[in-house]
């Protein structure tokens, strides 16, 4: 549960401009102290915190940022109505004990004068990438400039977007970022819902039907339980659960190596099984990891 400021709470502190955190964060670095960032476009919920609280374990202090990023939402996209709720996310960062927020302006990240993005070849290509053409490049890009602001030693993110995660792994070693990548598992409500700042989008008859991935994905876990791994087999189940709910538009179904984000014929090494469909008018994604276990398969949600 997240908590909300208490008086005695220290207060985090805001950071507007990229000098003043430039200087925080080195002097953080000068004290050798370990900086933990955890980026986010507010609408803060336990998916967030879970990413805040791993990554207090290990380091101090930790950076999280809010900005909702307007280079990887397509004109069609939903960068207006994107929840924004900064009070609320700061108390709730207070609560934890965030010793900074950094909170830049549009302005401050994407001066008239910005010119240049980074994008990562052939994994941003397909699922997401081809739904969202120009998202990957837009979360690359204002990643790796929060990495040359804060250069953190380790950086937060969550499993349920696990493409996005794979491809900031693979920008930040080859462009040998110190920043090492933690992927954080996926936070989901009672009935298996995967927390998303986008569920607030939801009716409450959409709410109903958008366990509908989740419960294709754990229809999927059974039947690898049961030892199937062809591929195939195990998404045409996924599909008739998810299809059984009304409201429910599948977009992908795949199944795909961890690694190369390509589709596997049959379950092998580790997976993801990965979900995208509209509930209503609201885009959900989500996904269950799939580990080689000896000779057989584990399915985590
Ligand atoms: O996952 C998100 O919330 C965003 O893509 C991120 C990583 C904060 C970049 O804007």
């Known amino acids: 549960m997240c908590r909300c400021a208490l008086p005695s709470d220290p207060p985090v502190e805001t950071i507007h401009t990229i000098a003043w955190m430039k200087q925080v964060a080195r002097e953080a670095r000068a004290k050798e102290r370990i900086l933990g960032f955890v980026p986010t476009m507010g609408a803060l919920h336990e998916g967030h915190l879970s990413l805040i609280r791993e990554a207090q374990k290990g380091c101090s202090p930790v950076v999280a940022s809010i900005f909702v990023n307007p280079t990887q939402f397509g004109p069609t996209e939903d960068f207006q109505k994107y929840p924004r709720t900064l009070e609320a996310d700061r108390a709730v960062l207070e609560g934890l004990g965030v010793e900074y927020l950094f909170h830049p302006s549009r302005e401050e990240m994407y001066p008239n004068s910005f010119r240049t993005s980074v994008s990562v070849e052939a994994l941003g290509e397909r699922l997401e990438g081809r739904s969202r053409p120009g998202h990957f490049r837009g979360v ?82 059974k039947d690898v339980d049961s030892g199937t791994l062809d591929a195939a087999r195990l998404l045409t189940e996924l599909r008739r ?61």
């Open 241 to 301: 659960v998810m299809d059984a709910r009304a409201g429910v538009a599948i977009e992908y179904t795949e199944i795909v190596d961890a690694e190369t984000f390509e589709p596997v014929v049959s379950l092998r090494r580790t997976c993801y099984a990965l979900v995208a469909a509209l509930v209503g008018k609201t885009r959900l994604i989500d996904n269950a990891l799939i580990e080689q276990d000896g000779e057989s398969f584990r399915v985590t949600l």
């Open 140 to 221: 690359t890009t204002v990643v790796l400039k929060f990495f040359e602001i804060i250069q953190p030693r380790f950086a937060f993110f969550g499993r349920k977007d696990a493409q996005q995660a794979r491809i900031i792994r693979q920008m930040a070693g080859d462009l040998n970022s110190d920043a090492q990548i933690v992927v954080c598992p996926i936070v989901r409500e009672q009935d298996g819902l995967a927390l998303s700042s986008r569920n607030a989008y939801l009716s409450e008859a959409e709410r109903r039907a958008a366990t509908a991935l989740y419960e294709g994905l754990d229809a999927l876990r």
